[in-house]
């Protein structure tokens, strides 16, 4: 009887024990490699190109103001306050000329022309699946000071040269400065040249280069026209644009969330394109141009002067994140990448970045109707990882697959459907059977159980009846004294015939025959400041 229950209670016992893997969370995948995975398909790199014709003055010494340097240095060199090797009375003068340029040097002509080129680079992301986006307003609109200051350092390369030999000969005279003091007057010349510099009418173009087939850009990556529709004005202010671009459909789009979906201490994630790595000749176009994924703690709720407010957080960016997205744990954006803070010095510090809030995000758009939309081909594409990433390939498969006839140019679905054919070749699929192979298999083991309980109540029944006429027991109820009248014995057929109530009972089948046949195993077979691109 004990074996008996005890197959009973292994019977119901592996029921929930079946059936549990059809709902079983993925191993262990990181969060952040799950929000980089759902993200990056939405994450593009933003490049906007200004050109102009420039003019800038030919760069002379004032000559009054180098002869008092001169003799405020021999002063110093004589009491020992510098010291009297050659590169470090070079190194005071540059100092001095770089603390105020307009007093040691003066603009005359002529005028030498330039007709130049400068881009930058930026961070945007798709909003809606019929080509609307969102990035930082610097992006696409940087002030007049900033502009000037790329163009003396990018466009005018070859005359910002030959001044600054110009002016480590006016100083040095005989030998040649070291490194450092030609980096110091390089400075020095740029910030000149820069505040001097006259633009004429500035012409402006913004592209998204689109990710190539395995992410990234490469030479072959398509520049889509951008139309922007509307943008704010650059920090400290309300620092977002809405740009469209045209002729798109069942693009992979990001979900927005809302300010209160994060609070101090949460961690933050950070999608985009960093100058840091897009302007580096090292590594590959193929690579360099992938998005990058970070992340930080949210240290403090920061406001402008103006009332804007800022979330602060450690996640590590660079120019060229700005107007990337910035999520939540729940992969929803909750603001875009701005700007970093700077130290007393004026140089950026390290890891400590200011994010818009996605709520001034979400004004933005409502101001041009802009409806923010989850597409299909992002629903799919979710839907797909989230099996991906439980090793269910054989259901996330046929997902994918729905992705790519939605959006052929879908930059990383390629590759997922080639993984995931791989994994399924390679016998490590852990897609669970159906819920019907489990609903039937389930009540399929029920109904045995039911018999089985059925005859147990049978059998306890049967034994409390004794081997007489199944009327009562055999033996008087209580304890019967030593040489007490043994009872009658029974009328009837001899024990072991038809007819005697407590003959033994045939084996229940799957018990005392053979053990219980063990339950079925699922799966079976089958950032700069801010501009340029900060």
Known sequence: MRRLIGALVAVWLAVPAVAGPAWAEDKETPLATKLAARSHPAVQLLVTEYSAQLSVPTMATNDAEVEKLVQETIRKVVNGEIPRDEQSLYKYILERWAADVDRFLRPVAPQRVVEAKVSGTCTGWWVSPDGYMVTAAHCIKPDTEQLSQTFAEQALEQINKQDVQELIQAIAQEGQANDDNIEKATELVVQFNAKHL???????????????????VDKSAKALPVEIVTAGESYPGKDVAVLKVNGQQNLPTLELGADDDVQVGDTLYIDGFPGTVTNNGTLSLESKLQPTFTQGPYN???????GVPYFQTQAPAYGGNSGGPVFSDSGKVVGILIAGLNDANGQSAQNQQLVLPVSVVKEKLNEKNVKPVTSNTTVAYNEALDSYFKRHYKRALPKFREVQALNPGHPYVAKYISDSQAAINAGKDETPAPL????????AVGAVAGVALGVVTVLRRRSRRGPGDGQGPAFPAGPSPFGAQQPVPPVGPPPGQPGYGGGPAAPLPGTHGSPLPPPAQPGGTGYQQPWPGA
């Open 436 to 443: 019907v192979t489990w609903v039937v298999g389930g009540l």
């Open 198 to 216: 006259k633009m004429g009418e500035v012409s402006q173009s913004t592209s998204v280069l689109q990710s190539v087939q395995g992410g990234g």
């Open 300 to 306: 403090a709720q920061r406001s402008t002067q103006t």
